[in-house]
């Protein structure tokens, strides 16, 4: 499959430059301190517990894991741009995007080459990620069930911001100016669930329909949704179907 061979040359340069490891490194060693945080928290919590009565819901599962996914999402979504921001602006920076273009390939075989090797990327991060998790089975009893339907959810949301980071840098061959729209358009996508209710009642549901933070968080209950699944392949779908525009748009203009 030429995408697969595309996402390998991808791939080997990415994990070829320092910018792959520090950023690994950085997002394992910031969701490392919040998971510590959040089990020490757990045992202050439950010395308290033991002498309280009535406390719902206090389990490792509800105070560990699934705030420890919130907070990796919320990781992704500072350190994601800074991976799709090279995607085609260096390219197009380098001078290397109209010799892609020249492969014997389509552009659907390109676009899709970006996503799935930036999946990989997304899929080893959240690999370090689980370490503590993984752990917390050794000396407890987190429901399996969830936890996988939650790192589920995580690995989509993270291949749904690839995908519209991607899109974004196709736009532009400044990496600068590709991360920075990328954030802000991921942080307008995860607020929106917040500003709802500053908006006329009519309109709510559509506002948190579209928020990537209303339908993560059924995920990190442990809850998958037919239609959080469909968001997501759907969101995915759509800024590759931008992308595939964008770079036709570009080839004819070439």
């Not at 291949?159 to 990496?175: K, R």
């Not at 209303?214 to 759907?234: E, N, P, Q, R, W």
Request: with cysteine; glycine share 8%.
């Amino acid at each position: 499959m030429k995408a697969w061979t595309l996402a390998k040359k991808d791939l080997k340069i990415l994990f070829g430059s320092p910018l792959a490891y520090l950023i690994l490194a950085c997002f394992s060693f910031v969701s490392g301190y919040f998971f510590l945080s959040l089990v020490t928290q757990y045992q202050i919590f439950s010395l308290q517990a033991m002498q309280m009565q009535g406390i719902k819901n206090f389990n490792p599962q509800e105070w560990i894991i699934r705030p420890y996914l919130q907070n990796s999402a919320i990781l992704l979504l500072f350190f994601i741009p800074l991976i799709t921001m090279r995607s085609f602006s260096e390219e197009k920076k380098l001078g290397t995007f109209e010799l892609l273009l020249s492969y014997p390939v389509t552009e659907l075989q390109i676009v899709l080459g970006k996503l799935l090797a930036l999946a990989v990327f997304v899929g080893v991060a959240l690999l370090l990620n689980a370490v503590g998790p993984i752990l917390l089975f050794v000396y407890s009893a987190p429901e399996l069930g969830a936890t996988l339907g939650g790192y589920g959810g995580l690995f989509l949301l993270g291949v749904s911001f690839v995908a519209l980071g991607v899109f974004l840098s196709s736009l532009t061959e400044n990496q600068v100016v590709a991360a920075s729209l990328t954030f802000g358009a991921l942080l307008v996508l995860w607020l929106l669930s917040w500003i709802k209710d500053l908006v006329d009642k009519n309109y709510q549901f559509i506002i948190k329909s579209c928020s990537l933070l209303a339908h993560f968080d059924s995920f990190a209950k442990g809850v998958i949704a037919g239609t959080d699944l469909a968001y997501f392949v759907s969101f995915i779908l759509f800024f590759l179907g931008l992308t595939l525009i964008s770079l036709e748009n570009q080839r004819w203009r070439g």
